[in-house]
């Protein structure tokens, strides 16, 4: 099984900056099959991000996706109060699909 | 409306044994993979369990493999997750999920609301 590590655990920023969150594969997940959802409490997850970089309709262009191989990196360009939040990044190039631990962005 | 409803979670002894069920609506169910993700009080998102569209396929997390049993019934756009041997451990808030793909293993964009297992003594 693919095994993804999200770094940091938490992440203490301010509205108005930029976050950088880091996801590793123990393998290469296959033709970019990473995407990434965001946690609110109480709330199911939102996928944002898919293959790698491609955002789903309606996700705002603050939230941008990248990375290929084993390294993929989530970027929120400019911290709105909506987004802070749990963020999960998931593999389904290869079965089981697995998610990493989540990385939580909180207000400084 | 594209939705996913969740229920017959609840509480139950360690050993025994529940049914989730997951009622879809708003979409043509019998073309999409559909998933089980838990989540554990205050911890992070655990994939369960997915099948494919025609349920010809499907696959389990190892923590769970032997001991619980997914399926479908696409006449009643319906999902089911069979949990026996219940542990302590399998506490959490589980949520059906829908791949965008006929196969369970992509990712994942309709999510119900989840439906909550106690496995409690």
């Known amino acids: 099984d693919i095994v993804l590590t999200q770094s940091p655990g938490t992440l203490s920023l301010s509205p108005g900056e930029s976050a950088t969150l880091s996801c590793r594969a123990s393998q290469s997940a296959t033709n970019r099959y990473l995407a990434w959802y965001q946690q609110k409490p109480g709330q199911a997850p939102r996928l944002l991000i898919f293959g790698a970089s491609r955002r789903v309709t309606g996700i705002p262009d603050r939230f941008s996706g990248s990375g290929s191989g084993a390294d993929f990196t989530l970027t929120i360009s400019s911290l709105e109060p909506e987004d802070f939040a749990v963020y999960y990044c998931q593999q389904y190039g290869s079965s089981p699909p697995t998610l990493g631990q989540g990385t939580k962005v909180e207000i400084k | 409306e594209v939705q996913l409803v969740e229920s017959g979670g609840g509480v139950v002894r360690p050993g025994g044994s529940l049914r989730l069920s997951c009622a879809a609506s708003?979409?043509?169910?019998?073309?999409?993979?559909m998933s089980w993700v838990r989540q554990t009080p205050g911890k992070g998102l655990e994939w369960v369990s997915g099948?494919?569209?025609?349920?010809?396929?499907?696959d389990y997390a190892d923590s769970v493999k032997g001991r619980f049993t997914i399926s479908r019934d696409n006449a009643k756009n319906s999902l089911y997750l069979q949990m026996n041997s219940l542990r302590a451990e399998d506490t959490a808030l589980y949520f059906c999920?829908?791949?965008?793909?006929?196969?369970?293993?992509?990712?994942?964009?309709?999510w119900g609301k989840g439906t909550t297992v106690s496995v409690s003594s």
């Open positions: 099948i494919n569209w025609n349920g010809g396929s499907a």
């Open positions: 999920a829908r791949a965008l793909s006929r196969y369970y293993f992509y990712y994942m964009d309709v």
């Open positions: 708003g979409f043509t169910f019998e073309e999409y993979g």
